[in-house]
T-cell receptor, first 112, second 116 residues
Framework: TQLLEQSPQFLSIQEGENLTVYCNSSSVFSSLQWYRQEPGEGPVLLVTVVTGGEVKKLKRLTFQFGDARKDSSLHITAAQPGDTGLYLCAGGGTGNNRKLIWGLGTSLAVNP | KAGVTQTPRYLIKTRGQQVTLSCSPISGHRSVSWYQQTPGQGLQFLFEYFSETQRNKGNFPGRFSGRQFSNSRSEMNVSTLELGDSALYLC???????????????FGEGSWLTVV
């Protein structure tokens, strides 16, 4: 069974601080997606990484896919209150297994 | 273009009742997936429909069922509700089926179900 573990589960920081959240698995994924979910809304796709070692930047957010495509990280620089939300990672299956595998998420609170 | 629309947004049901939730996908999207989200279990996949056919199914009991209509709109039904069914039910639509990287899924705002 493929599992994705996200850490930390909860994170509360002050505005302006940097942070990194992690998404780890013992399984290989064809791709890895990061979503942010704000209270009362559905998750919104932030980025998809496909190639091992790939790094993508989205303004102050930096996403990295591990070389072996088993893990990923999300780094936020100078966090702002608008970054508050639940960050979810989802791994794309390989071969005939095309279901997304979801982590439980990291709940981030950025305090002004 | 309009996003994924789910109705109702909030509902309260009693144990033993049944409930039907509705989802209208983004225009042109033929795949609709349903998820259950709870604080303890996270986002759990229920099932996926594409062109009116169920393509994938998660590990939920038979009380959970769904269907998709010819216009791609989808409904999910939960019969004999239990307290543990209280959750946010999310619908997601995409152009094609499956979780491949090129197939972006778009979520609705969800239906909050409380079973008392």
């Amino acid at each position: 069974t493929q599992l994705l573990e996200q850490s930390p589960q909860f994170l509360s920081i002050q505005e302006g601080e940097n942070l990194t959240v992690y998404c780890n698995s013992s399984s290989v994924f064809s791709s890895l997606q990061w979503y942010r979910q704000e209270p009362g809304e559905g998750p919104v796709l932030l980025v998809t990484v496909v190639t091992g070692g790939e790094v993508k930047k989205l303004k102050r957010l930096t996403f990295q896919f591990g070389d072996a495509r088993k893990d990923s990280s999300l780094h936020i620089t100078a966090a702002q209150p608008g970054d508050t939300g639940l960050y979810l990672c989802a791994g794309g299956g390989t071969g005939n297994n095309r279901k997304l595998i979801w982590g439980l998420g990291t709940s981030l609170a950025v305090n002004p | 273009k309009a996003g994924v629309t789910q109705t109702p947004r909030y509902l309260i049901k009693t144990r033993g009742q049944q409930v039907t939730l509705s989802c209208s996908p983004i225009s042109g999207h033929r795949s609709v997936s349903w998820y259950q989200q709870t604080p303890g279990q996270g986002l759990q996949f229920l099932f996926e429909y594409f062109s009116e056919t169920q393509r994938n199914k998660g590990n939920f009991p038979g009380r959970f069922s769904g269907r998709q209509f010819s216009n791609s709109r989808s409904e999910m039904n939960v019969s004999t509700l239990e307290l543990g069914d209280s959750a946010l039910y999310l619908c997601a639509s995409s152009l094609s089926a499956g979780g491949s990287w090129g197939n972006t899924i778009y979520f609705g705002e969800g239906s909050w179900l409380t079973v008392v």
